[in-house]
């Protein structure tokens, strides 16, 4: 005589309590629900604004010129306020004097904003340039007329890190600052 074999079921709670062994899944509170649902949104709206700024340029290469005049100089000064790493940025100075320049145009800038953007040499080419480790002198032939201007060529490194980059280009007019402009260029990612 076989014995008849009885399955086992499992029937849901009616006491509002969960069995231990049960596969439904635990309903999600209505307001959590909801608060995931407005972060996807927000985190969504937060990468398409991003995609639409630099779609239309907003996050490139900013441009900014610097002015200063002093003691009969006039420095302009135009670079990129904002850079990115192994994107090609503007460095060019102007210089202009009341009656034209006496002698030799001598123009300093510090080295770590050079190296910053890495600069290749500067055009026209100087007579001659020294360094003393924090700043670079360059001295240029008497050009002719009332302005000079120079550029350089620079691209910020690849590997540069995030910050700011700050200089202050200066005129030295018989051993003395005729004119100085502070800069301030920074890198982002």
């Given at each position: ?22 596969t ?5 509170a ?21 995609l ?53 145009v001598?123009l300093?800038?510090p ?13 026209p ?65």
């Open positions: 005589m076989a014995l008849p074999a009885t399955k086992q079921r499992f029937e849901p709670s009616t006491d509002g309590q969960r069995s231990a062994s049960s439904i899944p635990e309903a999600q209505f307001r959590r629900v909801r608060r995931a649902q407005w972060g996807r949104r927000i985190l969504l709206a937060l990468l398409l604004g991003i639409v700024a630099g779609f239309v340029g907003v996050l490139g290469v900013r441009t900014r010129t610097a002015e200063a005049s002093s003691n009969g100089y006039q420095l302009e000064v135009h670079f990129a306020s904002i850079a990115r790493p192994g994107v090609s940025v503007p460095f060019d100075i102007q210089i202009q004097h009341e009656g034209g320049f006496s002698g030799p001598m300093v800038v080295a770590s904003y050079l190296s910053s953007i890495d600069a290749r040499s500067p055009q080419e100087p007579t001659s340039s020294t360094s003393d480790g924090d700043v670079v002198a360059f001295e240029f032939d008497t050009p002719p007329g009332d302005t000079f201007g120079v550029s350089w060529e620079g691209e910020v490194d690849p590997a540069a890190n995030v910050g700011r980059r700050e200089a202050t280009i200066a005129v030295f007019d018989n051993g003395s600052t005729a004119v100085s402009v502070s800069i301030r260029t920074w890198v982002l990612p």
